[in-house]
T-cell receptor, first 113, second 116 residues
Framework: GAGVSQSPRYKVAKRGQDVALRCDPI?????LFWYQQALGQGPEFLTY????????KSGLPSDRFFAERPEGSVSTLKIQRTQQEDSAVYLC???????????FGPGTRLTVL | KNQVEQSPQSLIILEGKNCTLQ??????????LRWYKQDTGRGPVSLTI???SENTKSNGRYTATLDADTKQSSLHITASQLSDSASYIC???????????????WGLGTSLAVNP
């Protein structure tokens, strides 16, 4: 595709519900990043994949957050038992390699009621 | 502690006017500094990236400056347009993490509104 796409664009969940957010990176990009962006804040790093390998998950806020990229392309960020504090925009970015320019998707805005 | 601070937090200007956004950082040792534009409801888009040896870089009406001695950067927007309304985020990379996007230090951004 022409750019990074994410779906859904908006998600409303009831507290305690599980959600899954999808990211389609730019074809051929080895590196994939997930960020969490709270209202009025800059993006905060969550996790990083190089191909299918999750090399860094130090930014995941709790064990309720889980990410995967099984075939080294599409990635899914799953949040279990959502809490109100999980409400944020979740951004996905891909780059050719870890240090190259990142290209961001439009984000998924998650609202937990 | 590595930090990136931006000012002002928000800014309103009239279409056609120029403006300058500031970024101060305490990241050391420094590798590079990036400016991103983030439109509402969209992901950030890279405007410029500067290394230690560069003190100015332009991208159309956007001109970024870098003073590595004082650890300051600015983003100057010339002849602003309505489409410039967005958040502008300064991002700094430490040298030990050069080539590692996981360790970028993000500022909170300056929210710019350009009014007709």
């Amino acid at each position: 595709g022409a750019g990074v796409s994410q779906s859904p664009r908006y998600k409303v969940a009831k507290r305690g519900q599980d959600v899954a957010l999808r990211c389609d990176p730019i074809s051929g990009h080895v590196s994939l990043f997930w960020y969490q962006q709270a209202l009025g804040q800059g993006p905060e790093f969550l996790t990083y994949f190089q191909n299918e390998a999750q090399l860094d998950k130090s930014g995941l806020p709790s064990d309720r957050f889980f990410a995967e990229r099984p075939e080294g392309s599409v990635s899914t960020l799953k949040i279990q038992r959502t809490q109100q504090e999980d409400s944020a925009v979740y951004l996905c970015a891909s780059s050719l390699t870890s240090g190259n320019e990142q290209f961001f998707g439009p984000g998924t805005r998650l609202t937990v009621l | 502690k590595n930090q990136v601070e931006q000012s002002p937090q928000s800014l309103i200007i009239l279409e056609g006017k120029n403006c300058t956004l500031q970024c101060n950082y305490t990241v050391s040792p420094f590798s590079n500094l990036r400016w991103y534009k983030q439109d509402t409801g969209r992901g950030p888009v890279s405007l410029t990236i500067m290394t230690f040896s560069e003190n100015t870089k332009s991208n159309g009406r956007y001109t970024a400056t870098l003073d590595a001695d004082t650890k300051q950067s600015s983003l100057h927007i010339t002849a602003s347009q309505l489409s410039d309304s967005a958040s502008y985020i300064c991002v700094v990379s430490a040298r030990e993490y050069a080539g590692n996007n996981r360790k970028l230090i993000w500022g909170l951004g300056t929210s710019l509104a350009v009014n007709p």
